[in-house]
């Protein structure tokens, strides 16, 4: 058995290593006329909160949301900044931090003991809420922030409903590669 300050250690190592994928897979961006990029982000964030769960996930992604408030370039776009943040898209972002509390919901006791095919649905109906919340958050923050005049209907036309059937598919294999993950974790005996 590992000692409780190699566990502690290991976690924080697993907590800043997924905050590194949080940027890779924003780094990994195609621009838009929107303003908001088609990224590998809302994988990369969910991926981060099944696998950690809602407490180590939402501080790794936390982590992620102040690395880029302090200018490391970890946003979509090599880009960081508060700039980023409060500017139109920044909605997103800070719902990155709800989406991956969320997911990491789905790593709760109470729902791990379910059967295989329950606590997939489970996992996957929370994760959908989250990216629901986080696309919610997206929207209202274009929609106060543009300078287009854009009505919450309008924005959500444009900064939401072209990336949806893109980001359902990103949570549902998201959850299934963390169960691959959190597999070599414990396989590892250390998580």
């Not at 909160?49 to 979509?76: M, N, R």
């Not at 059967?115 to 996992?123: E, G, K």
């Not at 986080?134 to 036309?157: E, R």
């Amino acid at each position: 058995m590992k000692s409780k300050n190699h566990r502690a250690v290991f976690t924080m190592v697993l907590v800043a290593m997924f905050a590194a994928v949080g940027a890779v897979t924003s780094w990994i961006s195609i621009p838009m006329p929107s303003g908001v990029p088609i990224t590998l982000q809302t994988f990369g964030m969910a991926l981060i909160g099944f696998t950690l769960g809602y407490k180590y996930g939402t501080l790794s992604v936390a982590i992620y949301v102040a690395l880029g408030a302090v200018g490391v370039p970890v946003f979509s776009g090599f880009m960081g900044g508060l700039g980023k943040i409060v500017g139109p898209t920044g909605g997103f972002i800070w719902g990155f931090i709800i989406m991956a509390f969320l997911c990491g919901l789905s790593k709760l006791k109470i729902f791990e003991k379910r059967p295989f095919v329950l606590r997939t649905v489970i996992a996957i109906v929370l994760g959908l809420v989250g990216l629901a919340v986080c696309h919610l958050l997206g929207i209202g923050q274009y929609t106060l922030v543009n300078t287009k005049g854009l009505g919450f209907g309008a924005a959500a036309l444009l900064v939401s409903v072209p990336y949806l059937l893109k980001d359902i598919i990103s949570v549902i294999v998201a959850y299934f590669a963390s169960i691959g993950a959190t597999a070599l974790m414990k396989k590892a005996g250390r998580y």
